[in-house]
């Protein structure tokens, strides 16, 4: 079985995080986002794996090269202009051969992809989409099945009068030959919004395959710091950081001793932590220079940043090259674009 991840989405979301840096390569737990994915998929078997890009592509084949340090074989296809996520489907078309996966490549999930595939097999299904429970399903596009699983309805952003479901699209989907014969080439197009609608409303069999385990779609960076806390507590079934830690460090830190670490954190690589500074519930990337008795809490902090002496930052999240100056503040909700002076 060959999958298709797609990777080539603007990931405005997520900015400044991702204004240097594609989301597939954004470090969860100090890997590259992609890594789980691919290895989600490696673990079930799926090992011919097609990486659609369009922005930001060059990081993510520099760093995987042709996959084998994972176990698989990666082909790299650039769309000229983006496609949408059918789109680009579409568009590496020529590379497919037989029923296959598409994935969200923003994703975090304990999908079971063999119980998944096995599913669609069984049900003869042209689609099936995994769904996931939401608290609140009404910021979502949700999916309306009957009792055997086959998807009846699709209501975008509902109102509260409609919500039947907190079931919605988690981003993974097992697709026939046939689906890539209904979307148009050379166009934007949405599988969501267009593809899916299109099946149901032509009769096609497209089923959902309900999922209860772990799941998270780290578009935001409200949702990127919550995968940390979940990931650093144990809650994926299939990952885990290897030790009951609340609080992991890269390599070449210099952290003081004087400085608490309250989990859960992440310290990338070659990052400096001065005297007495409190470092709570973040996420820092690499190369990160914080000085004393600074204050770090809820907050991600990318590469290369330099946080001044007796400086805080609560709920911000700082791209790149960001500097703190020393006794300056950076507060709830801010987000400083990369190298930016801030304080
Ligand atoms: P936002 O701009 O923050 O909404 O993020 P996004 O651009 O990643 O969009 P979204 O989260 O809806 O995309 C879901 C997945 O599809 C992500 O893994 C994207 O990288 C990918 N994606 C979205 N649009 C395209 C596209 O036009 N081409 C390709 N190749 N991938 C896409």
């Known amino acids: 079985m060959q999958a298709v991840i797609l990777v080539g989405g603007q990931a405005t979301r997520l900015h400044p995080l991702t204004a240097n840096t594609p989301k597939a390569m954004v470090p969860v737990l100090n890997r590259p986002f992609l890594e789980y994915v691919i290895q989600n998929l490696s ?6 794996i097609v990486l659609a890009q369009h922005h930001l592509a060059g990081p993510i084949e520099s760093y995987l090269g042709d996959g084998s340090q994972l176990g698989v ?8 202009e983006a496609r949408g996520t059918a789109g680009a489907i579409k568009n590496v078309e020529r590379y497919l051969d037989g029923t ?12 079971d ?5 096995r599913f669609h097999k069984e049900q003869n299904a042209v689609a099936t989409i995994a769904l996931v429970p939401v608290e609140d399903p009404t910021a979502y596009g949700l999916i309306e099945t009957d009792l055997t699983g086959r998807v009846q309805r699709f209501l975008e952003k509902p109102d509260p009068s409609e919500i039947t479901t907190n079931m919605i699209n988690a981003g993974t989907y097992v697709l026939e030959p046939e689906v890539l014969t209904q979307i148009p080439s050379e166009k934007q197009v949405s599988i969501e919004r267009e593809t899916f609608p299109m099946l149901v409303s032509s009769g096609r069999p497209v089923y959902s395959f309900p999922s209860s385990g772990y799941w998270m779609d780290a578009g935001t960076p409200e949702k990127y710091l919550q995968l940390h806390r979940d990931l650093l507590s144990g809650k994926s079934t299939w990952y885990t950081p290897g030790v009951d830690v609340e609080v992991l460090i890269g390599e ?12 859960p954190v992440l310290i990338g690589a070659g990052c400096t932590i001065g005297e007495d500074s409190v470092i709570e519930d973040s996420v820092i990337w690499h190369g990160v220079q914080v000085g004393s008795r600074v204050r ?3 907050s991600v902090v990318a590469n290369n940043c330099t946080l001044g002496d007796d ?18 503040r950076v507060g709830l909700g801010s987000q400083v674009e990369s190298g930016e002076t801030v304080g």
């Not at 673990?43 to 011919?48: D, K, L």
């Not at 992809?113 to 595939?117: K, L, Y």
């Not at 830190?253 to 670490?261: E, H, K, M, Y």
């Not at 400086?311 to 300056?328: W, Y």
């Open 252 to 263: 070449g830190c210099n952290i003081d001793p004087t400085a608490p670490l309250i989990g």
């Open 43 to 48: 673990r079930h078997g799926v090992t011919e």
């Open 73 to 80: 074989r990666l082909t790299y296809v650039i769309e000229e």
């Open 100 to 111: 296959f996966l598409a994935l969200n490549g923003d994703i975090f999930s304990d999908l």
């Open 311 to 328: 400086s805080t930052v609560e709920g911000g999240v700082l791209g790149d090259h960001v500097t703190v100056v020393a006794g300056g």
């Open 296 to 298: 770090v809490k809820s």
């Open 113 to 117: 992809i063999t119980e998944m595939v």
